[in-house]
C-alpha cells in the first residue's frame, strides 16, 4: 500500500517543528535565526492544520458513503 502524500507530508512538517523548537529551546541562536524558526515554525503549523482538515473532510466523506458507519471519539493512549 502506498503512503499518502498528505500524511507524508504532515510527518515531515511535524519533524520539522520538532527540530525547529529543539534548537529554538536551545538558546543559543540569534535573535535573527530566532525569528525565522518562528516564522517557519508558523508555515508549518499553518500546513499541519490544512493536512488534518482534509483528512477530517475526507473521514465526513466516506462516512456519508457509508451510512451504517457510526463515528467515534479517538482516544489517545496517552489518556
Known sequence: MTEDPGVAGLEKS???LEALLKELESGELTLEAALA????GVQLT???QNALQEA???V???LKKSP???PEPF???DE
Open 56 to 58: 477530517e473532510q475526507k
Open 68 to 70: 451504517e458507519a457510526e
Open 14 to 16: 511535524l519533524e520539522e
Open 75 to 77: 482516544d489517545s493512549p
Open 37 to 40: 524558526h518562528f516564522e517557519r
Open 46 to 48: 499553518r500546513q499541519c
Open 60 to 62: 465526513e466523506i466516506l
